[in-house]
């Protein structure tokens, strides 16, 4: 589902900074060489989740769903020189398109890559983020947030891609549309857990954003 026409689409990103040219590079290789390319982050979404990174300026920050590694780039923006950012993928065979790309943008020094089930990795983690993006399996989103809450402070910020799924939320929910329901149930905790604030932003296909309290 298209939220807003094409052409105002266009409007809204010729009207938002310039995308870096590793990031449009990466994009072309992405519809190329990689399935599903429209899973790619994307120039408007993108410069969002990095003036977002830049506003918030973490020291630490974790990415659930690298795919091709544009908005591992993006969120690295935000980063102090120190800073470092994890990301994790269950796909191996995009560890090396990934590496190629963090290190062309200049933030491969400060970016580790985790390939594996994140619900595994994230315990074992000895940090405390400043900043998560979650953008992986969709199912699992709650068992996400729960792990990554373990892993902030209060002033913590946690963004969930996805979150209006294509505008199905909004649609009648068919019997067999599990992930619908999930989604649906994720944003309803989010709304009203007492341990966070959250806002639901219509960018793309919705991204919450969600502070820890």
């Known amino acids: 589902m298209?939220?807003?026409?094409?052409?105002?689409?266009?409007?809204?990103?010729?009207?938002?900074?310039?995308?870096?040219?590793?990031?449009?590079?990466?994009?072309?290789?992405?519809?190329?060489?990689?399935?599903?390319?429209?899973?790619?982050?994307?120039?408007?979404?993108?410069?969002?989740?990095?003036?977002?990174?830049?506003?918030?300026?973490p020291k630490s920050i974790l990415e659930i769903g690298t795919y091709t590694g544009y908005s591992a780039i993006c969120l690295?923006?935000?980063l102090p020189s120190n800073g470092v950012l994890h990301t994790i993928d269950v796909n191996e065979?995009?560890?090396?398109?990934?590496?190629?790309?963090?290190?062309?943008?200049?933030?491969?020094?400060?970016?580790?890559?985790?390939?594996?089930?994140?619900l595994k990795i994230i315990?074992?983690?000895?940090?405390?983020?400043?900043?998560?993006?979650?953008?992986?399996?969709?199912?699992?989103?709650d068992a996400y947030f729960e792990a990554v809450l373990q892993k902030t402070r209060s002033g913590s910020v946690i963004l969930s891609d996805n979150v209006l799924w294509s505008g199905k939320v909004i649609e009648p929910l068919q019997a067999k549309d599990k992930v619908t329901k999930l989604l649906l149930e994720y944003n309803q905790k989010l709304k009203n857990d007492p341990r966070v604030e959250t806002v639901l932003l219509p960018i793309r296909d919705g991204i919450t954003l969600t502070r820890v309290l």
């Open 2 to 57: 298209h939220f807003l026409s094409p052409l105002l689409e266009n409007y809204i990103a010729n009207n938002s900074q310039d995308e870096p040219e590793v990031l449009t590079e990466l994009t072309k290789i992405t519809h190329q060489k990689v399935l599903q390319p429209r899973m790619i982050t994307g120039h408007f979404q993108g410069r969002v989740l990095s003036l977002l990174s830049k506003i918030i300026r």
């Open 76 to 78: 690295a923006e935000g």
């Open 93 to 118: 065979e995009l560890h090396t398109l990934q590496r190629t790309y963090f290190d062309k943008s200049g933030f491969g020094h400060q970016i580790i890559q985790h390939v594996g089930d994140a």
């Open 123 to 141: 315990p074992k983690m000895d940090v405390v983020f400043d900043l998560v993006f979650i953008d992986a399996e969709k199912a699992s989103y």
